[in-house]
């Protein structure tokens, strides 16, 4: 099961994500918003991302993760995040890096309730 499918399955049990045309205000997740052609690549950058983080960092409103660059590239990432935001465009993403260092850091913030979301889904190792 991928991150999005459990992220959306459990916003849409929760009353706070919907699948209709006109979702509700606050988190709306788009469980087709994936084509079926890119699911096996975002499958691969899903587990090869949870793979890369080697530190977790709460903030106020969400986590910051710290990626191995050798376990998933920069590109990787940014092209997991360009998936992602398809399925959940509550979610606010903020990558950086520093010179020619390797690993990177991604930042995963949104609204209230975000945080309960991303915790259950990225839970500290």
Known sequence: MTITTILCATLVSLGICSVQSSPP???ACNLKA???AERPRYNDL???FRAAVHKRSE???GYSFHLN???IALTEVAAWIALERLC???LTFQLSTSGTQPDSVLKLTG???VKALL???FPAR
Do not use: M, N, V, Y
């Open 25 to 27: 205000p606050g988190f």
């Open 34 to 36: 994936i084509p079926a």
């Open 46 to 48: 899903t587990k090869r």
């Open 59 to 61: 903030l106020p409103d």
């Open 69 to 71: 660059g050798k376990s």
């Open 88 to 90: 959940c465009p509550f």
């Open 111 to 113: 609204a209230e309730g």
């Open 119 to 121: 915790e259950a889904e």
